[in-house]
């Protein structure tokens, strides 16, 4: 058996520790612009390699069009380096609609899309109960947005843009049309019960290995709990598509998929 090198050994811990750490509430968001405010609605939004979205991101959501609640943009970036780029940008905009609060932590130890959901399980702990919304750096949206995810959110319920059904192959799957129950829904674009992260096993079951396929894990623990999943029809369009790390991740989605034993829906 090869031996692992000093550098993986190091990763290794690294990634161990920041885990305990973010899974007990071991960070802090620091509100950048506005103020949140009670029964406002969390949005949750990881940061890696798009710096240069981040004003397109704000003004698109502060335009936002819901009824008797705002937003807070909650962003985890994961690239210390975007740090300072991230808090002068935001530092200069002042929400003047639907976003009540911009908040901010950077990880050292680049946790990929599990940040949103350490954000999550820290907003489950403070109190925060019902949906909150998840949406990717790379996604342009209408200003209709929000309120077509809320309209479909509900307990023990995924629901979102990116909806596909499959058939026993992660691979082999075919796009869902509006309000369908679905076998796997992408967390770029999507609304989930913050239930979702009410058990430490969301975190302590993930296997390492596939740790950076999140949304293939939020769809599988879901529907092993009995959670529905479904389409939602929202307009969404992508850009910076070769920044995507899902290019480099293809076999290993596959691979997930089938790990998990998910196969077509019961």
């Not at 991230?86 to 050292?108: D, K, M, N």
Request: net charge neutral; charged share 25%; aromatic share 12%.
């Amino acid at each position: 058996m090869s031996r692992l090198s000093p550098q993986r050994i190091a990763s290794a811990v690294r990634w161990r520790i920041a885990q305990r750490r973010y899974r007990s509430g071991g960070f802090r968001l620091e509100t950048l612009a506005g103020r949140a405010g009670d029964g406002d609605l969390a949005l949750i939004m990881c940061l890696w390699n798009r710096r240069e979205r981040i004003d397109t991101v704000l003004a698109q959501l502060d335009a936002q069009r819901i009824d008797g609640r705002r937003v807070r943009l909650l962003l985890w970036n994961n690239n210390p380096a975007d740090d300072a780029y991230y808090r002068e940008r935001i530092g200069r905009f002042t929400p003047a609609g639907a976003l009540s609060e911009v908040a901010l932590f950077t990880s050292r130890t680049n946790v990929g899309g599990l940040g949103r959901f350490f954000i999550a399980r820290s907003l489950r702990e403070s109190g925060y109960r019902g949906p909150f919304l998840m949406l990717d750096d790379d996604q342009d949206v209408s200003d209709h947005f929000v309120a077509d995810l809320l309209a479909a959110s509900g307990t023990h319920t995924i629901a979102g843009y990116w909806a596909w059904t499959m058939s026993g192959d992660y691979w082999a799957r075919v796009p869902a049309e509006p309000g369908d129950r679905v076998s796997y829904v992408g967390t770029g674009g999507c609304v989930c019960d913050i239930d979702i992260v009410a058990d430490d096993a969301f975190f302590t079951e993930l296997p390492r290995y596939f740790a950076f396929l999140e949304d293939i894990w939020m769809c599988g623990y879901a529907r092993r709990r009995g959670w529905t999943l479904r389409k939602v029809d929202t307009p969404v369009e992508f850009v910076l598509d070769e920044t995507n790390q899902h290019h480099s991740l293809a076999e290993r989605k596959a691979e997930f998929y089938r790990y998990l034993r998910l196969g077509e829906l019961d």
